[in-house]
């Protein structure tokens, strides 16, 4: 297995940076806020081809999805106030479903846990979304978003219960719930990927400060209490980051191995995004924790993101009942 990057997919990850780098910049994520979304930002993402690129060649993609992760890492280090990641896994759910796929420019969500009742709770994305897609015992629907916004929480993020009198069912069945299942499973690694791009900029964020703050007449980086802690967290992003690829790449190359690498990347890219981003807060002493420092912003993020699926503590459960074969307490 070789997961070094080819020369095209290195294009797309560098075309990317850039775009994200002056597109999402601190500033732009700052007046996004509270509701979490720029809808300058997703037109132009999608006028890139962004948005579509993970659909089949007939509708415009032909991605991979260790393609899309490129683009969906770069999002996430530069915490672009758009919900891609739950467009472009609602887009394939409904191409695998051979369901019409919305291509009016509106946002598309995508509801990871399914609904118990009527109405799906807390969907990332819906607040902004034209169309939510849920899936509702062994029924997938189509939503017009009618989701009534959540109280603030802690990501900003445009979360929203979505009410489902309305919705269309496009899919019922054992097929219908192994789609979303798999669905599911893209939602986990995009995540991850997106979490390992916060996670980078988040310990870069802390690096720089260490080097510029001064304590007892030296940058606080030679202290080894703030050099091995912030090298702690860039050994646990590191791994996080081959982990998130590795899935991306077993989900079009070994779906067999999907599911399992899914979860693992989603609970550890979890875990290794909280500990940069607290890592590079914790460097900044009190002033990490002021609006005016941009360390904040990936710190509550890093908590937030994965709380769309639940606790994601849980995956550690997940991966163990796949593994051994059993309900593991």
């Known amino acids: 297995m070789d997961l070094s990057l080819s020369d095209d997919q290195e294009q797309i990850r560098s075309t990317f940076a850039a775009f994200f780098a002056k597109e999402s910049s601190v500033e ?19 006028d890139l081809g962004a948005t579509s690129m993970a659909l089949p060649e007939e509708l415009g993609g032909g991605a991979s999805l260790l393609e899309v992760g490129l683009v969906v890492t770069e999002a ?26 919305p291509d009016d420019g509106s946002v598309l969500a995508f509801a990871p846990r399914p609904a118990g009742g009527d109405v799906a709770t807390l969907v ?7 169309h939510v897609v849920v899936r509702r015992g062994d ?23 979505v009410p489902l009198a309305e919705g269309r069912v496009v899919a019922s069945g054992p097929e219908a719930v192994a789609a979303h299942e ?10 991850a990927a997106a979490l390992t791009g916060l996670g980078e900029r ?4 802390g690096v720089d400060y260490s080097k510029d703050r001064i304590a007892f007449g030296v940058p606080i980086a030679t202290f080894q209490a703030v050099a091995h802690a912030l090298a702690d967290a860039g050994t646990a992003v590191r791994g996080a980051g081959v982990l998130a690829t590795e899935a991306l790449w077993a989900g079009d190359d070994e ?3 999907f599911p399992l690498l899914a979860a693992m990347a989603f609970a550890f890219g979890a875990r290794a995004a909280r500990q940069a981003s607290l890592t590079g807060l914790h460097v900044h002493g009190g002033y990490g924790f002021m609006l005016e420092y941009d360390i904040q912003l990936y710190f509550r993020r890093a908590k937030a993101w994965p709380l769309a699926l639940g606790d994601p503590r849980r995956e550690l459960r997940r991966v163990g009942k796949m593994v051994l074969g059993r309900e593991v307490a």
Do not use: Q
Request: proline share 9%; no cysteine.
């Open 76 to 101: 996430g280090r530069h915490l672009a106030p758009v919900p891609l990641v739950e467009a472009v896994v609602a887009g394939r759910l409904l191409a695998a479903l051979g369901a019409e796929v």
């Open 28 to 46: 732009v994520v700052r007046a996004a806020e509270p509701l979490g979304f720029s809808a300058d930002l997703w037109r132009k993402l999608g």
């Open 124 to 130: 990332p994305g819906a607040a902004v979304a034209g």
């Open 202 to 205: 988040a310990l870069e964020i």
């Open 139 to 161: 029924d997938v629907l189509v939503v017009p978003s009618s989701g009534r916004r959540a109280p603030a929480n802690l990501g900003l993020a445009p979360l929203a219960d």
């Open 182 to 191: 798999r669905a599911v499973d893209e939602w986990r690694a995009l995540t």
């Open 255 to 257: 779906p067999g191995r």
